[in-house]
């Protein structure tokens, strides 16, 4: 038989189309931010009304797909054809058949519009009948990280209480979100929870959402907000009420304090390894990425082999490199109010803005050279005119290329060691 | 009506006196090959060509732009390249291919191919039509002079949400422009369309051939038209948000500055209000190349006519009706989503309508699988895919978790490469043996079809899945533990199978413009009136003889009543010649040299150099003086028995 190219492709991609299947329905779609894989009511009533508008699409291809299949296969021209070759019927066509598409057309599209219509008022927010019983938070996006406001938990003489990057909400509960930014739109999506909602300048936006049990949930900005948007992450970690209580209640506390013991420095201090890594290297291990919500829990309490002369002087690296006119740690020196609150820092599993695991040499690399890890952050290149580890001229606000704060493996071992006891 | 430019007792000939002697600089440039005549030209033809060969260059240039997004993002955490090249590539990605690439390949067809189509021969004002394209180059160079600077390419999203636009969040250091360029060269660009679609609808409403009634266009020029209409209504809202955009930066206005009150929702809103239709201005062209080549391949009249032509006005219609639907996230409540939701279902009943119409036009048809029809015929499928895809979008709780996903991007690439850039290749194959007088090889063409049609699914597929997975849009770099590894390798892999497709296809058409192939007449057995010119290329004038209409496909009905048509058009012939000959309009160096002082212009003002700015202007305002007082030039041309051509510029007291 002669080769025939056409044939060939379209076997081929009807192989293709066979051996890709299990691949789709195994590793495509279930992702830690599967769209599919929801854990909540609102996410689970978007994916429902995404099944209704699949279902009734595929109808309606699989019809005129079929249709059109069928007529480019019967009415193709048998042989050559040239001017003398017979005409065949010139119809212009008919106006019931027209008609009759457009009506079908049109009914298919209200078996979408009713559960569309229903979706809209029930995820736009928490329902009335559940509304008492609702959590309240405020997420607000920076460039390049998420700060959450828990204005339910008011802290004596601080204010409300803050986190970075983390969400902690409760479980089986409506948790409503104030979404605010301070600075360019950003989005906030946890797929598995729910759809996204821009976090827009001069508009007080929101959205609701619910996780039925407790879990450890990925969420990324889904606005592009400027040059580092790919790696601005956040994590929700869901909580039974009484562990959500005993966590609000461990927050509330201002930081950590470790009093130095005259011991000599423990061998375990310096086992991670500094050495530089490449730009965007990942920031996860396969142990955390297995057991996450078992990673974070472990982070609560602190370690056990603390080295406590070495926390001592990091809390006064941080000081005197300048940390404290950005990041809060309250109860100790910090008290800026650009950069995430570290009051608890050691508790939380991620750092950067969920871009690498809160690990040692995680933390390490990032403090020594942030523009490697997280191109163009504020920490490095300067905030509100405020200078980062970079130099700013006071007039133009532009880098003047000179370093402005430099920070060694010596010195960053120490911040390391007392930001890891803030738990 | 048409038929009135041909009573002689409506007809004055106001370059017939001939002042004596005029400055050097308003003596009109006659040169029909060679660089000049290619810098002063007015001739559609030629226009259509120097917008259809620029558009493939940046095609191409786009092209590369997406190749090397894809080759960054082909296994996680690449290092390929850094976070702001990704986010000026996908800027200019998207910018390019929407503004530079699509929408002037769109206006390569509307020039060269409308007057054809409706018997004219010319546009209504021949120099304007060169300035467009001109101005058209303008915008280009400024949007990618950035490449060259330091402050680098447009990075700001080709959607430029403020306030990532404003001073405070898109300079990296003081002086990038890159932002400023990006305003200047789009505002630039929409003076271009605008300027090019009153031509059009000019044209189309005054110049038709006699007998050619509305309801007799080509779809194509229906089309076009739409498209036009679509131009000039929804360029306004963008000019104005660009205008606006351009004070916040240039003056400190706070239109979008949120410090000092701005709304960014409203840039939202304007942009979109232009966006939406924007999406139209790119598919509907495109809808009308498909509704010329399946009616010729099947060798059958467009089923439905009426209703085909009368969805395109009802998709223009509704297509300002539902720009919030890019808007789902933006918390517009629960009354306006609504609204948007429903609207946008509603779209989806003209589109739909089309591709029953056209499944009817073959239908009963002799379809013969030419390469043109073969890229149609994908057209259909993908633009159906791309079409179901858009109706879950419209459901808008299924789209909170679609937008700003890779869904989107699988979306809105089948609709625009499954869609418009299938239609505009098969256009190129389709009227290839018209505009050059060869025809590409069957062989070479189907094959660059196929890997085409494989690299593009195989490449856009997957990221249905990617976003449904909860990859989100213009990311750099994606961790290796989310589940999209394969699909993005598998999309890389098919984009470089759909780079050697586009690669084989380039090939293949300079390959048979140089060497290819003769044909020459009407080869396809077509339809329209654009077959009808008495050789390809066509010459200057396009037809010896004004055409006469008495059907819908015009050149088919002549084919059956020659002997009735050329009776009329000897009349035609004869009335002609009694006032003059063949009026062609003159050539001109006046419309580039207006678009010079623009670019001059905008290229300083972007920088904030203000005085040079104004020099560029006084260049622009002494183009325009030129061009008012160079007169309306023209000249006569006429055809002997034997077909042969005489008169031309400078010529007209020697041919009285």
Partial sequence: MRFSPVLFLRRAAATCALLALPILLGGWLSGPQSTFDVKGPVARTQLDVFYVTVWVTTIIFVIVASVLAYATIKFRARGPIDKNTPVPDQGHGNPFVELGLIGASIAALVFIAVPTLKAIWYTYDVPNEQRANAYEVNARGLQWWFQFEYPAEQINGAGQLLTGNELVIPAGRPVRINLRTSDVIHAFWVPKLGGKVDMMPNRGNHLWLQADEPGYFWGQCAEYCGESHAVMRFRVIALGAEDFAAWVENQKKPARTVTPVNDAPKAAFASYDMTPKQRNSPGYTAEFDAHPFAAWTALQFPDKDEDTTLITQGRTLFKEKNCITCHSIRGHEGIGVNAPDLTHFGARSTLAAGLLENSKPNLHRWIINPNNVKPGNKMYVGVNGMAGYMDVDPATKAMTGKVHIAVNDTEARAIVEYLHSLK | ?656
């Fill in chain 2, 1 to 656: 009506m048409a038929t009135a430019t041909l009573k002689s007792a409506d007809y004055t000939a106001p370059h017939a006196a001939k002042p004596a002697s005029r400055p050097w600089f308003f003596t009109r440039p006659s040169a029909k090959t060679g660089l000049v005549s290619w810098l002063t030209t007015v001739d559609h033809k030629k226009i259509g060509l120097l917008y259809a060969v620029t558009a493939l260059i940046f095609f191409l240039v786009g092209g590369v732009e997406a190749l090397m997004i894809r080759v960054q993002l082909a296994v996680p955490n690449n290092t390929f390249i850094s976070h702001q090249l990704y986010n000026e590539l996908f800027t200019m990605h998207a910018t390019t291919m929407i503004f530079l690439a699509v929408m002037p390949l769109s206006a390569a067809f509307f020039n060269y191919m409308m007057p054809l189509q409706i018997g004219a021969r010319d546009v209504a004002f021949p120099r304007l039509n060169g300035f467009a394209f001109w101005v058209f180059l303008v915008g280009a160079i400024v949007l990618n002079v950035g490449w060259f600077t330091r402050a680098g390419a447009p990075d700001v999203g080709w959607f430029g949400y403020a306030p990532l636009t404003s001073t405070a969040y898109s300079s990296q250091f003081a002086g990038d422009s890159s932002t400023d360029l990006w305003v200047m060269g789009l505002q630039i660009l929409g003076v271009s369309s605008v300027i090019g679609s009153l031509n059009f609808i000019v044209t189309i409403i005054n110049m038709r051939a006699p007998g050619l009634t509305m309801m007799r266009l080509p779809v194509f020029t229906w089309m076009t038209l739409f498209t036009a209409f679509l131009i000039i209504l929804s360029f306004p809202a963008i000019t104005i948000a660009l205008v606006e955009l351009m004070m916040d930066r240039s003056f400190g206005t706070s239109f979008f500055e949120v410090a000092r009150g701005g709304m960014p929702i409203l840039w939202q809103h304007l942009f979109w209000i232009f966006g939406h239709p924007e999406v139209y201005i790119l598919i509907l062209p495109a809808m009308g190349i498909i509704s010329e080549i399946l009616p010729t391949f099947s060798r059958k009249p467009l089923f439905g006519y009426p209703i085909v032509v009368f969805s395109g006005a009802v998709i223009g219609f509704l297509g300002f009706g539902v720009w919030s639907h890019h808007m789902f996230t933006t918390g517009l409540g629960t009354m306006a989503t609504a609204a948007f939701s429903l609207a946008t279902m509603a779209i989806a009943v003209p589109t739909g309508v089309k591709i029953f119409n056209w499944v009817g036009t073959l239908w009963g048809g002799q379809i013969s699988t030419r390469t043109p029809m073969m890229f149609a015929l994908g057209f259909i499928w993908m633009f159906m895919m791309g079409g179901f895809s858009g109706v879950m979008h419209s459901a808008a709780p299924a789209d909170a978790q679609q937008q700003d996903s890779y869904f989107v991007v699988a979306h809105f690439h089948y609709v625009l490469i499954g869609g418009s850039i299938f239609a505009l290749l098969g256009g190129i194959h389709f009227w290839f043996p018209l505009v050059f007088g060869r025809i590409v090889s069957e062989f070479w063409g189907k094959l660059s079809f196929w890997i085409i049609f494989v690299g593009f699914n195989v490449t856009f597929f997957p990221m249905h899945f990617l976003g449904l997975n909860g990859m989100p849009r213009r990311t750099a770099v994606y961790d290796g533990n989310m589940g999209w590894n394969s699909g993005n390798l598998t999309a890389t892999i098919g984009a470089f199978i759909l780079a050697i497709g586009i690669g084989t296809y380039f090939t293949v058409i300079v390959y048979t413009y140089l060497k290819g192939k003769k044909a020459s007449g009407d080869i396809w057995d077509a339809r329209t009136l654009e077959w009808s010119v008495p050789t390809t290329p066509p010459p200057e004038h396009n037809f010896h003889i004004t055409p006469t209409v008495h059907a819908r496909d015009a050149y088919w009905y002549e084919k059956t009543h020659s002997i009735e048509i050329a009776a009329e058009k000897a009349k035609h012939a004869q009335e002609e010649e009694s006032h003059g000959g063949i009026h062609m309009p003159s050539q001109s160096w006046f419309p580039i040299v207006t678009a010079t002082g623009l670019l001059i212009g905008g290229l300083f003002f972007t920088h904030h150099h203000f005085l040079e700015a104004i020099a560029g202007g006084c260049v622009m305002l002494l183009g325009i003086i030129g061009w008012a007082f160079e007169g309306p030039g023209g000249y006569h041309l006429h055809i002997a028995k034997d077909g042969t051509v005489t008169g031309g510029e400078g010529q007209d007291e020697a041919g009285h």
